[in-house]
């Protein structure tokens, strides 16, 4: 029974989310949402506070469906899905 739950955990856990990296700019990026929604934006937003030296650091400025056309048409599994687009913050003190 303990061995099944184990086998559960990890199932649950790997159904998880990710996400891509669409675009990366000196001041921000886009990043592609795959999977669980919940899941790939707490990890996206983990990725994204590293890129801008920490989680108040940047601002998403733009969220929502977005076509797949850019990717090759043997990855495309469905033609949208769910991309932030964030921009990193001046650090203070205007460096």
């Avoid at 790997?14 to 707490?42: H, Q």
């Avoid at 983990?46 to 990855?75: L, Q």
Wanted: proline fraction near 3%; glycine fraction near 14%; charged fraction near 30%.
């Amino acid at each position: 029974m303990q061995k099944a739950l184990s086998i559960l955990a990890l199932l649950i856990i790997g159904c998880g989310g990710g996400f891509r990296v669409v675009a990366t700019t000196p001041k921000g990026g886009e990043l592609a949402l795959e999977g669980s929604r919940e899941s790939a934006m707490a990890k996206a937003r983990e990725e994204i506070a590293k890129k801008c030296g920490g989680e108040k650091n940047y601002e998403i400025v733009e969220e929502g469906e977005a076509s797949t056309f850019d990717k090759p048409a043997g990855e495309v599994k469905d033609p949208h899905e769910w991309r932030v687009r964030y921009e990193c913050k001046a650090a203070a003190g205007g460096s």
